[in-house]
């Protein structure tokens, strides 16, 4: 039988988002497979960062309930990346649907630059995506798409992007721009919710 998610996660069911959060983070850091250089050891943390996944996202779809819906007056449809994989990239990839484009980007970070290949740039991307770094988000994809050509999930991202960037009137932000109009807010909290919604399906 599994366990209450609350109850991995070591929070109470009146706990707040930021608790909630804070607890997963914390077991996260704890149990984060690339800490351990035993075989064994490492097994059991990779067993125990998927239940520790698995309640997160349990306690997150209970309490969106039914408005985790993917549809956005942006016309963005992009479901952000699926879950899966194994080593860092899968870990990344729940960061991404956690919505924790801090933690994703500081593991990222860690990729030895000669070692960055397509899964690579398409992660760093979904990350500009959360952020509303769209024009980053359209070179990391463009980049990704260049090195797999043939991977449907890097081109899905890629083609919602050039969709946005045909469009772009001054909205099309990149991490050093500084204004915030409410065109780019709306795309942010649109895709942000796709993203979100990935692992509900």
Known sequence: M???????????????????????????????????????QRARAEETMKEI???YESIQKDKSGSSS?????SGYSYQGPRNGGVGIYATIRQYINSSM????EQLL??????DRGAEWHYLRACVCVLRGWYYDAHTAASTACSLDPGNEEYRQLLDMLERDVNRA????????????DICSIC?????????CSSFCR
Do not use: W
């Not at 996660?9 to 996260?28: F, H, N």
């Not at 819906?69 to 007056?73: I, L, N, R, Y």
């Not at 099309?172 to 915030?180: E, H, I, N």
């Open 169 to 180: 009137d001054g909205t099309y932000r990149t991490a050093q721009t500084s204004d915030c």
């Open 69 to 73: 819906g993917s549809g956005s007056s």
């Open 2 to 40: 599994a366990r209450d998610p609350y109850e991995v996660l070591g929070v109470s069911r009146g706990a707040t988002d930021e608790e909630i959060k804070k607890a997963y983070r914390a077991l996260a850091k704890r149990y984060h497979p690339d800490s351990f250089t035993d075989p064994s």
């Open 187 to 195: 795309q942010t909290l649109a895709c942000l919710n796709c993203l």
């Open 109 to 114: 970070n860690t990729v030895n630059p000669a």
């Open 101 to 104: 484009p801090d933690e994703a």
């Open 53 to 55: 996944n698995a309640a």
